[in-house]
């Protein structure tokens, strides 16, 4: 049964409150809160979803409502989140395939006592999550067949306002992503990253993922973003909170897929303090650089680039980790250490002569 947790900034739990004779006979995997006066419970399945809306004490249910697919889902759920909307109105949505067997996603506005006022269906891609902005159109975040992150704008109607690949990110391989609005504007962007084969692939069958939270601007770009997460563990960001100071609070668990989902599944609490990322654009062309092996675990070798000055190693929020500095071979491969590194999502900046080339690389143990 849900039971409700409060932590502070500071990561300490405030309160505990369970559900018990309220929603015990429910699995519900889901809560939102989108009026103050009440919170969404969902309970997803293969072909439907179940929203209960609770008083903010938790002691009743006011109201409940069990949506229908349209869409063709396979085996897993369909649903894709609740979020407020205009006029004291929200929207639930879920995805699926059209009959033409165009991946797609069902926007269903509804009041506040569940009547449905309206209904669209946009082809959004793959996997994807929706969020509406203050004007009423939807940016939705999905992947392409290469799992590379993509956000799209649509209007009210379903019309593609744009469509955008952020370019900090593009070497990153995607699973499922969620964006919520940002106190501070724009979007808080969560999700799981595959790791990759030695081809560049998303390896899928690997149930190994690290967990990534970012930001991304109102134009659909990536502002920012932070891995974190335990090597061999498959690693989601649940929950996060906005502090007074722009601070980013959130909640890391780490499930064991090697043994059992029942053991040695921590939980990390990681307050973040963003700033916009100091990986640049390339100035050097990069297509024969390679980084190997990548994933790496104590040292890479980067080939392919030559009159390197400078080598410097920076996180994914931009800041400086490790740097090489000294005389380097004009003409050979270069080897940078990263034992003391955690694992992650890591940028290697070459600097020579003529320019700068930033290749990103990732820290597995």
């Not at 704008?153 to 940002?182: A, M, N, Y």
């Not at 993922?209 to 659909?220: C, D, M, N, P």
């Not at 490790?322 to 005389?327: P, V, Y």
């Amino acid at each position: 049964m849900p039971e409700r947790t409060t932590i502070s900034p500071n990561g300490i739990v405030v309160e505990k409150k369970s559900s018990r004779g309220i929603l015990e006979s429910y699995s519900f995997d889901f809560v939102y809160s989108v009026f103050s006066d009440k919170v969404f419970y969902v309970h997803p399945v293969e072909k439907f979803f179940t929203v209960k809306s609770v008083d903010a004490d938790m002691t009743k249910v006011i109201d409940s409502i069990t949506v229908n697919s349209e869409l063709t889902t396979g085996d897993r759920s369909a649903f894709r989140g609740i979020f407020p909307y205009s006029d004291n109105t929200f929207i639930a949505c879920y995805s699926g395939y059209t009959p033409k067997y165009v991946y797609s996603m069902a926007v269903l506005q509804y009041s506040r006592d569940f009547t449905l006022l309206k209904k669209n269906i946009i082809p959004s891609g793959t996997f994807s999550s929706v969020l509406p902005d203050e004007q009423g159109n939807f940016l939705v975040s999905a992947k392409d067949d290469n799992y590379e992150l993509v956000l799209k704008k649509f209007d009210k109607d379903g019309k593609v306002l744009w469509e955008r690949k952020p370019k900090i990110v593009q070497d990153l391989r995607f699973r499922d992503c969620t964006l919520e609005k940002s106190a501070t504007g724009g979007y808080i962007l969560r999700s799981e990253l595959y790791t990759k084969t030695s081809e560049g692939k998303a390896d899928y069958n690997n149930e190994e993922r690290y967990a990534l939270i970012g930001k991304v601007s109102e134009e659909g770009e990536v502002l920012w973003y932070y891995t974190t997460g335990r090597a061999r563990y498959w690693n989601i960001i649940r929950n996060f909170a906005e502090t007074p100071e722009g601070d980013i609070v959130f909640v890391c668990n780490s499930i064991n897929t090697f043994g059992s989902f029942d053991t040695e599944t921590p939980m990390q609490i990681t307050r973040l303090r963003p700033r916009a990322s100091s990986v640049g654009e390339e100035s050097v062309i990069s297509q024969d650089i390679t980084i190997s092996p990548n994933p790496a675990s104590t040292s890479f070798k980067i080939s392919g680039i030559d009159n390197i000055s400078e080598i410097k190693v920076m996180n994914s929020l931009g800041m400086e980790v490790a740097i090489r500095s000294e005389t380097i071979n004009t003409n050979t491969s270069q080897v940078i250490d990263i034992s003391t590194l955690a694992s992650g999502v890591y940028f290697a900046q070459c600097h020579t002569a003529t320019g700068v080339v930033t290749k990103p690389f990732v820290v597995a143990r």
